[in-house]
């Protein structure tokens, strides 16, 4: 991607409010579904259901690696939306832990930016399903900033 093609887009996502801009230039995020909007706690993060999502067909259950990809792919675009960078930061490490069952139907995820220092951020991401209070994967990233 070339860099002052994603500088634009990011100053026009935050311009507009809209950090669905930002997943719209990563293929991933098209190839799995995955959307974004801002609401009353921040940026919210979905995954409708669809069917080449899913894992393992007879429980219906989404695949894990989409679940890990969302979670991952939502705390870069948190990272892109509210910092002040112009590159796409590198993942140093990612820690993911699957708590229940991502059945078939509409994931949502939310972010939150724990820690910045110099050049490492480090981002939690939490997945669930029919309630917030029953997540079914957590994540936590470290990006280091270019």
């Known amino acids: 991607m070339i860099e002052h093609e994603l500088k634009a887009t990011l100053i026009l996502a935050r311009s507009e409010s809209n950090p669905q801009k930002i997943l719209d230039l990563i293929p991933y995020s098209s190839f799995i579904g995955a959307q974004a909007k801002i609401d009353e706690s ?66 949502y995820a939310s972010c939150s930016l724990l820690r910045q220092g110099k050049r490492v951020v480090n981002v939690a991401a939490t997945a669930w399903q029919d309630d917030v209070s029953k997540p079914i994967a957590t994540a936590r990233c470290h990006f280091l900033l270019p």
């Open 42 to 107: 921040g940026v919210m993060y979905w995954l409708e259901r669809r069917p080449s999502n899913i894992g393992n067909p007879s429980l219906p259950a989404i695949h894990g690696g989409v679940i890990g990809g969302f979670l991952e792919l939502s705390a870069s675009i948190e990272l892109l939306y509210f910092l002040d960078v112009a590159s796409i930061p590198k993942v140093v490490d990612f820690s993911l832990d699957y708590l229940r069952p991502g059945r078939y139907k509409t994931i």
